[in-house]
């Protein structure tokens, strides 16, 4: 699967990243498909909770993520959920996800150039699917997907999290 990172609304810290990836951007805060499909459900929110200066710079693009997905992944590990340490990919970072019968892949990403303290984040969650499952439509991600619905639970919990907002496949 590809991945495309959500336009963010005028005024956000959020670069775009260059190339196909950046000229296919859709809606703010959706991520979709070649086609044009919602194919994730994404959380957006503003906070000063990570240090983007002390994160590994992206080798691939200036963006910013490994510090929130750190924070996800210890919140993460206290659950039935097992996740990867963060890595790079040109929209930005993501861990791989496993638990409760099914695996997934969770993806931040923030612009790392920006020198603010507070900045918008972006979390996206997307399920792995089997060529079977795409094929026959099963498995799908469900609006209340419970891995979702964890890390959804986890960034409203913390009050240092602001403005969130949260888009569901349907």
């Known amino acids: 699967c590809q991945f495309e990172w959500p336009q963010r609304p005028t005024g956000s810290s959020i670069r775009l990243p260059p190339g196909p990836a950046g000229a296919m951007m859709r809606e703010p805060t959706e991520a979709r498909d070649i086609k044009g499909h919602r194919m994730a459900h994404v959380i957006s929110f503003r906070t000063a909770l990570f240090d ?3 994160e590994t710079p992206n080798p691939i693009n200036p963006l910013a993520g490994e ?3 750190r924070w996800v992944r210890e919140k993460l ?3 039935q959920y097992r996740a990867t340490a963060p890595s790079t990919e040109d ?3 993501y861990i791989d996800v496993d638990g409760n019968g099914a695996s997934y892949v969770v993806g931040a990403n923030t612009d790392a150039e920006n020198s603010a303290l507070e900045r918008d984040w972006v979390i996206q969650v997307h399920k792995h699917r089997s060529l079977t499952d795409r094929l026959l439509g099963r498995n799908k991600m469900a609006p ?3 891995l979702f619905a964890l ?4 960034v409203r919990a913390d009050s240092r999290c602001e403005q969130i907002t949260v888009h569901r496949k349907l």
């Open 151 to 154: 890390i959804e639970n986890i």
């Open 67 to 69: 510090s929130a997905l």
């Open 52 to 54: 983007v200066s002390a």
């Open 144 to 146: 209340d997907d419970p």
């Open 91 to 93: 929209w930005g970072w």
């Open 77 to 79: 590990a206290h659950t």
